[in-house]
């Protein structure tokens, strides 16, 4: 009789153990999943900034490019004109085909996330299969 209680004990004890370690790593799973949020978010307003100075930038210097290519050779401004047209449209066109290729390859967020989260399944899967009573 004297060993119910201390089996009883150990069982509550070791699932209170249990208890604890899912909450510890689920808590360490939210921070990172916190951690991948702000690093995500910080990304895309960095991007998101350097891709508006740049095309402010490439804008203005093509204007100031085109307007001194017209006072310079006034003669064929008509010429002028229309192959920097075609250059912009060109230019404009490839970026675009950039911009699309880049934004279907982008990288996986939270992919650290994800990979603790699958290891930790792994981890409780194979412990509960090598289990003693589970056979």
């Not at 740049?54 to 008509?78: D, H, K, P, Q, Y």
């Not at 934004?103 to 509960?128: C, I, M, N, Y």
Request: charged share 20%; aromatic share 4%; net charge positive.
């Amino acid at each position: 009789m004297s060993e119910t209680p201390s089996n009883a004990g150990g069982l509550l004890a070791a699932s209170r153990n249990g208890a604890a370690t899912l909450l510890a790593i689920g808590r360490t799973r939210l921070e990172l999943l916190g951690n991948d949020l702000k690093e995500e978010k910080l990304r895309a307003v960095r991007v998101l900034l350097l891709s508006q100075m740049l095309a402010f930038s490439l804008m203005v210097g093509t204007i100031l490019a085109i307007s001194l290519l017209v006072i310079a050779f006034w003669e064929n401004r008509v010429l002028l004109l229309s192959a920097c047209t075609v250059v912009s449209l060109a230019s404009g066109g490839f970026a675009y085909t950039a911009l699309r290729r880049s934004l279907r390859t982008s990288h996986q967020p939270f992919a650290a996330s994800v990979a603790e989260l699958a290891e930790d399944l792994r981890q409780l899967k194979g412990a509960a299969n090598n289990e003693p009573g589970s056979d």
